[in-house]
């Protein structure tokens, strides 16, 4: 087992990292950028690098930088977190060749994973259902007009090399498909650095349901369970809740046992995450994150699991310890996202934590590194906490997420709390009927008025 490990993220998914080390017994790393001196993160580590300047890129995704600090300090091992160099393939690569372990799969599958058209193809080729649409990338404007009217409309053009929502572009007839095609490609190029664009069949009102799954290096997969992550704002997740509320245990488990049966033909390991549009009863797999998930929390409050010992673990080398029929899963969870923005206009709101207070009692989990005093920096996500909770049913969830998000006191900045309040008292959403667009129709009729 590793001695050290570094943790080249901030925020609460460092700290995150920071308490799975310090249950196994493991040292801890932590590195900063001169904006995140005074971190939790920071403060709460073993020892402590600065690795560069506010700008993440100077810093956090500042490879050589990053490899040094583990170098001087000894660590065996680096965990990426999520975000910045967790889905960087050459990055996992250089760890490997500075004789360090990289806490996630073997790079040829972030690669692979990468690459949303190579990602596809390799899904389908595994047995995963995918959405309709383009066989590969679109060479161009005359192919891809060919192409929608042979999915029929509307259509969804996306980037190969998207990531975060951005590079899609809709067509909802023949007249715009050629300038979608053109637009789609040149955001791309400019965003990622590569222009190449594939497409879909766009799906009306499906459900974002994605599936956790974990496999060592001798084999040995297992899913734990689906979650569902509808809940988007400009295709950015604010809310998840496992199980989902439109899926019973035998579809997830359907499901789940189809991804377990890819990912064990094409040798994965570490955590994962496969994810799914869900519609009229039909999944349609659309990427696959080769990290840990912000939403991971959900997954282990219903499964009792700590998923970052497990990537740890199998990272290691070590076999897993369970087998599929070993995992069970207790009741349901939810888990606010706690954004620094305005909860009305989602303009962001860094700056100091005057205040702060965190709820906590029965089945209430807070990952967070805010404390007052502390001064959100304005370079980075503005995700500063995750509220999650667990109930023996549906019900009692969402009664006790209404009394936590109650108790929650984060004065000096607006946070998204307000929104989350107002989401869970909306009958629609209590009666688990929504869909990929429900958030963005409530805000837009919500600020109307
Ligand atoms: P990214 O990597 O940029 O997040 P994804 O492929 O994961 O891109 O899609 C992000 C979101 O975009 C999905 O959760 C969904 O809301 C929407 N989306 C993606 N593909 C489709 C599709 N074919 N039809 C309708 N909506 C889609």
Redesign the pocket.
């Known amino acids: 087992m590793f001695e050290k490990i570094l943790i080249a993220n901030r925020g609460e998914i460092a700290l995150r990292v920071q308490r799975a080390c310090r249950e196994m017994g493991i040292k801890t790393v932590a590195v900063h950028s001169t904006a995140d001196s005074e971190a939790m993160h920071v403060r709460l580590a073993d020892e402590a690098v600065c690795i560069g300047p506010p700008a993440a890129r100077d810093s956090y995704l500042n490879k050589a930088a990053i490899i040094s600090a583990a170098t001087i300090t000894g660590a065996d091992a680096i965990h990426p977190g999520y975000g910045f160099l967790s889905e960087n393939a050459a990055f996992a690569e250089m760890v490997a060749e500075h004789h360090l372990t990289f806490i996630g799969p073997d790079p040829k599958h972030i690669r692979n994973m990468g690459d949303?058209v190579v990602a596809k193809q390799t899904a389908k080729e595994a047995g995963i259902p995918v959405?309709p649409?383009s066989e590969g990338a679109i060479p161009d404007e005359n192919a891809a007009v060919e192409i929608a009217d042979s999915i029929g409309y509307p259509v969804?053009i996306?980037?190969s090399a998207?990531?975060?929502?951005?590079?899609?572009k809709v067509a909802q007839s023949r007249d715009d498909v050629r300038e979608a095609f053109t637009t789609a490609g040149t955001e791309a190029k400019a965003a990622f650095g590569n222009g190449e664009v594939y497409m879909?069949?766009?799906?009306?009102h499906?459900r974002?349901i994605e599936i956790q799954v974990l496999g060592d290096k001798h084999g040995n997969v297992v899913h734990l369970g689906e979650r569902d992550?509808s809940l988007?704002r400009k295709?950015q997740?604010i809310f998840e809740e496992t199980p989902s509320p439109a899926l019973n245990r035998a579809q997830a488990n359907e499901i789940g046992d189809v991804v377990v049966t890819a990912m064990k033909k094409i040798g994965y390991d570490n955590a994962g995450t496969v994810?799914f549009?869900y519609e009229d009863g039909k999944f349609?797999f659309?990427?696959m994150n080769t990290r840990l998930q912000v939403e991971h929390p959900v997954t282990e409050m219903v499964t009792g699991l700590d998923l970052v010992r497990e990537q740890i673990r199998v990272a290691a080398g070590l076999e897993l310890e369970f087998k599929q029929e070993d995992v069970k899963f207790e009741g349901y969870a939810m888990e606010c996202r706690i954004n620094a923005e305005n909860s009305y206009t989602f303009a962001p709101s860094p700056g100091k934590i005057l205040g702060y207070h965190a709820p906590g009692g029965r089945r209430v989990r807070v990952d967070s590194g805010m404390f007052a005093g502390f001064k959100i920096p304005p370079h980075y996500d503005s995700l500063i906490a995750k509220l999650i909770v667990q109930g023996s049913t549906r019900e009692e969830c969402l009664m006790r997420m209404r009394r936590a998000l109650h108790e929650y006191v984060i004065d000096g900045i607006d946070t998204t709390i307000p929104l989350h309040q107002a989401v869970l008292n909306e009958p629609t959403f209590v009666d688990g009927n929504y869909d990929?667009r429900w958030l963005e129709n409530f805000v837009a009729s919500r600020n109307a008025k």
């Open positions: 949303k959405v649409g969804l996306k980037a998207g990531g975060g929502g951005r590079g899609m879909e069949k766009y799906l009306g499906p974002h992550c988007q295709h997740k994810e549009l349609y659309i990427e990929i």
